[in-house]
């Protein structure tokens, strides 16, 4: 596509644009009257409006059967978690034996690592990214002290070289050939939350399970952002959550995926709940639990209903939409930001500006992360106060991200617009 810096162009895209009509599904919020420029979809997706209604279903099911709520309405309890496993299959690429809705994120990254970090006395690093979300961090900092490891010794960080912004795959490989032998658990955010670099997945995922360490990815950044083959790339484990590019709300649950080599193993250990066990023999409330074959055996509470509703909503709208579309979509108006971008860097020479998310389309999703030292904080609110909606990261970074569901080519040139005023007020 050619690009160009104007309305005109902007507006004759979104004319072009077959996902246009999705944008009216969301609630924007307001800045002096109008529709904000909604770039932190990467931190908390919008508000389908649809979801007050997929609510408001699960109220009514409460208010007129009480308990029998799970066998009766539209919507039984009973089987509510049945419902997400084949939609967020598919935006995962995975088969619905595979994945499972429950819990959040990070109460799933342990329970997944107490499956398939393993340690030995020969074998137990982890290798991850070096400043990963700091959740992250802490999850595998816990569960290697919990296993008796000195994090200094076990967990192995993945850095960028001197000078450069993001990590060279060759570099993520190399690391892993170094540590293969003393290496239980390789495990990356498959988009990486500060810089928006996209990982090769399929390559990583090899190398490590050649090394003959377990392989998983957090993909909270990544589900609903960039395409996923995760039962192709052989990934061994998954988890992710369901705010941000997926649009179910604050806190809103997570989904895992476990591969289909590892579903009908009942001997992998595990922390069981009565939701993980075999639901033919669920209520009979026997001793001696048996897991449910795939993902479904890592349940552990029957499904929360209220907080899910709204994921159920939202997956509707990926169902309906299709990631190879969302893709295609999201690659030109990530790519028309990236071009803006690189304007306003040949226009501004001396204001610092700078992208650290990598060019190439294959490496990255929808964000752009842009570096500003010094005048950061006030262009930061310049943009606020003219109605954007961006992220902020300490010290020195804007984050943002045109999110192909719901904006639009103009939202990204009137971006441009307020940071180009800004870079003019405030660069000497
Ligand atoms: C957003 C995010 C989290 C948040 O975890 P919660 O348990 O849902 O609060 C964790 N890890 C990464 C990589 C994230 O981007």
Request: charge should be negative; charged fraction near 20%; glycine fraction near 8%.
């Amino acid at each position: 596509m050619q690009y160009q810096n104007t309305l005109e162009f902007a507006q004759t895209c979104d004319a072009q644009d077959a996902l246009a009509s999705y944008r009216q599904q969301f609630h924007f919020p307001q800045h002096q009257g109008r529709n904000t420029y909604y770039f932190t979809g990467n931190s908390l997706g919008l508000m389908p409006k649809k979801v007050r209604e997929y609510i408001e279903t699960e109220l009514k099911s409460w208010e007129t059967y009480g308990v029998e709520g799970h066998f009766e309405g539209p919507n039984p309890w009973m089987h509510y978690h049945k419902l997400f496993s084949e939609k967020a299959a598919k935006i995962v690429g995975a088969k619905p034996l595979e994945v499972v809705v429950m819990n959040t994120l990070t109460t799933n990254l342990h329970l997944l690592m107490v499956s398939f970090y393993r340690p030995t006395a020969e074998r137990f690093k982890i290798i991850m990214e070096g400043g990963a979300f700091p959740s992250d961090q802490y999850a595998v900092e816990s569960q290697v002290k919990f296993h008796g490891f000195a994090p200094e010794a076990a967990i192995i960080e993945l850095v960028p070289r001197p000078g450069e912004d993001h990590l060279r795959h060759e570099d993520i490989l190399q690391t892993i050939k170094t540590h293969g032998a003393s290496t239980a658990l390789v495990m990356l955010g498959g988009v990486n939350y500060y810089t928006g670099q996209l990982f090769n997945m399929a390559e990583i995922t090899q190398a490590g399970q050649a090394a003959g360490a377990v392989v998983g990815f957090d993909l909270a950044h990544a589900a609903g952002n960039v395409p996923l083959q995760l039962h192709d790339w052989n990934v061994d484990f998954a988890c992710w959550c369901s705010y941000k590019y997926l649009n179910s709300g604050p806190g809103g649950p997570s989904g895992i995926f476990v591969h289909e080599r590892h579903a009908h193993n009942p001997a992998l250990p595990r922390f069981a709940g009565w939701w993980g066990h075999d639901e033919s023999e669920r209520f009979k409330m026997r001793k001696g639990f048996q897991p449910m074959p795939g993902a479904a055996g890592w349940q552990l509470s029957n499904a929360q209903v209220m907080a899910m509703a709204p994921h159920l909503a939202a997956l509707d709208i990926f169902d309906a939409v299709g990631m190879p579309a969302l893709r295609a979509k999201s690659e030109q108006l990530t790519g028309y930001l990236a071009f803006l971008l690189a304007a306003l860097q040949q226009k501004h020479p001396h204001s610092g500006l700078n992208i650290i998310t990598p060019k190439q389309p294959h490496e990255r999703g929808c964000q752009q992360s842009i570096l500003l030292p010094k005048i950061g904080r006030q262009v930061f609110e310049h943009l606020q106060k003219n109605g954007v909606i961006a992220d902020w990261r300490e010290p020195d970074v804007i984050r943002v991200a045109p999110v192909p569901l719901y904006n639009s080519f103009e939202d990204v040139y009137h971006l441009c617009q307020l940071l180009d005023e800004a870079l003019q007020m405030f660069e000497n």
